[in-house]
């Protein structure tokens, strides 16, 4: 390998590393909570049901307002 192909692999592996990409699992929990802060449920009951940081609730739901009864 050459200075410069070594160069360019190193840096695609320093971004994989960083970069994840989102699991079907992932993306469903992430609909999940935006359908359950849409429907008003607290996000503590979130934590509960889902088993998830809540920083990651809050990082998403604070963009939905819930319904109004």
């Given at each position: 390998?050459?200075?410069?192909?070594?160069?360019?692999?190193?840096?695609?592996m320093r971004d994989?590393?960083?970069?994840?990409?989102?699991?079907?699992?992932?993306?469903?929990?992430?609909?999940l909570i935006i359908?359950?802060?849409?429907?008003?449920?607290p996000q503590l009951?979130?934590?509960?049901?889902?088993?998830?940081?809540?920083?990651?609730?809050?990082?998403?739901?604070?963009?939905?307002?819930?319904?109004?009864?």
């Amino acid at each position: 390998m050459n200075f410069v192909s070594s160069r360019i692999l190193k840096n695609n592996m320093r971004d994989n590393k960083y970069k994840k990409s989102k699991t079907t699992e992932e993306l469903l929990v992430d609909l999940l909570i935006i359908e359950l802060a849409k429907a008003g449920i607290p996000q503590l009951e979130v934590q509960k049901i889902l088993g998830v940081d809540i920083y990651r609730i809050n990082r998403i739901a604070k963009y939905f307002k819930s319904r109004k009864k």
